[in-house]
């Protein structure tokens, strides 16, 4: 089975935007939904071609990455920026291993 890189991305901004709407719902925090809704609309435009440079996505992604690990760091808390730091290097993998 071949999953390719576009899948991967499609299913990490499913992801993401979950976990925007819940850091709302849980915690009310506005600036959850509204980042993860933008970071989730150029990774779209990544995925549906409109931005066409793979590494876009990929800068993003480590943007993400830096983000998320910042936070845990100093939240010191797995959920949610534990979580989310492991599936954006896992999707970072991904989108480059081919499988």
């Keep these: 089975m071949h999953i ?13 935007v979950v ?5 709302y719902l849980k915690a009310g925090s506005k600036i959850s ?4 809704a933008s970071f ?6 990544c995925a549906t071609g409109v ?11 480590a943007v ?4 998320f690990a910042w936070r845990l760091t100093k939240s010191k808390k797995f959920m949610p920026n534990g ?3 492991i599936l ?8 480059h291993l081919h499988i």
């Design 4 to 16: 390719n890189a576009n899948t991967i991305l499609w299913i990490y901004i499913v992801l993401l």
């Design 19 to 23: 976990g925007g709407l819940m850091g």
């Design 33 to 36: 939904l509204i980042t993860s």
């Design 40 to 45: 989730a609309a150029v990774l779209s435009l």
């Design 51 to 61: 931005i066409f440079q793979r590494y876009v996505a990929d800068i993003i992604l």
């Design 64 to 67: 993400l990455l830096v983000f």
């Design 83 to 85: 979580l989310m730091l």
């Design 88 to 95: 954006t290097i896992a999707a970072l993998a991904l989108r």
